[in-house]
């Protein structure tokens, strides 16, 4: 199905979004599924939550477990996906790794793996769907970042590292992929989206005391950056690639 001038929301679409067993992840599933997507989810966790709450908007919804950062486990997946639902037209890659570390505490094996689980999930996940995308002449790869490469929050030099990783990835694969109908976005979003502000012994202060106050007053959520994903996978956001959109409140004004 390719896309039409007059198309709207997603009516017939797949919608492939990874790490989406909590917190972003499912409410992008919710938001692609109230546009009409069937919803393919992709997880190391247990995402039968996230498979529940979609069920209640649609019924075409699946999950499929494994290690995104292993190739087998990958081509498990993409196969499993295409013989549920025939299709790939959107890849939502919400993977990621949240760390604070002092840079000279900072060991090889803790920065190997930040880049293992951001990059290399981000090169077998869209290695894999671009093939199918391009062949159906229509896809959205939709890559989700951190405000944190705009902003050079210290104590994170891995993690800003890897996302910017990201932004290189979308503007040079999009220069590639443009002329398939197949766009490629990335969306940056504030910390206090990609984690419990309790969870990590140095939030209190990267959080109040380093990172710059917000526009509006208030943590960007779940169904904020939802949205932005959910317009970034519609036909009307097809002259839209190469891009990263910052959803973080106006903490960081690139």
């Known amino acids: 199905m390719q896309i039409t001038q007059f198309e709207e929301g997603l009516h017939g679409r797949v919608a492939l979004v990874t790490g989406a067993a909590i917190g972003n992840g499912r409410a992008f599933c919710e ?8 919803i393919a989810i992709a997880d190391i966790a247990d995402a039968s939550e996230t498979v529940a709450t979609v069920r209640a908007i649609t019924d075409r919804v699946s999950a499929y477990h494994g290690d995104l950062t292993v190739p087998a486990a990958v081509e498990r ?12 037209d959107v ?3 919400n993977v990621g790794l949240y760390e604070e570390e002092p840079f000279e505490l900072l060991t090889f094996e803790q920065w190997q793996r930040m ?8 090169f077998l996940i869209t290695h894999a769907v671009l093939p199918i995308m391009k062949q159906q002449h229509f896809g959205r790869i939709i890559v989700l970042g951190s405000d944190t490469v705009w ?3 210290p104590y994170l030099v891995h993690y800003a590292t890897a996302k910017s990783g990201i932004i290189g990835f979308v503007r040079s694969l999009a220069a590639e992929v443009g002329t398939y109908g ?13 984690q419990d502000p309790t969870d990590q012994p140095m939030n209190r202060t990267l959080l109040k005391d380093i990172t710059p106050q917000p526009c509006i007053r208030r943590a960007d959520e779940p169904h904020d950056i939802a949205n932005v994903v959910a317009f970034l996978a519609m036909p009307a956001a097809s002259i839209i690639t190469g891009q990263a959109i910052n959803v973080d409140g106006g903490i960081a004004r690139h």
């Open 151 to 153: 902003l050079g929050t």
């Open 91 to 93: 890849l939502v890659h």
């Open 77 to 88: 997946i993409i196969a499993g996906v295409l013989a549920d639902f025939g299709r790939i």
């Open 182 to 194: 197949i766009t490629v976005n990335a969306v940056t979003v504030g910390l206090t989206a990609t």
């Open 31 to 38: 938001r692609l599924a109230e546009e009409g997507a069937a």
């Open 115 to 122: 880049l293992r689980v951001s990059l290399d999930s981000l």
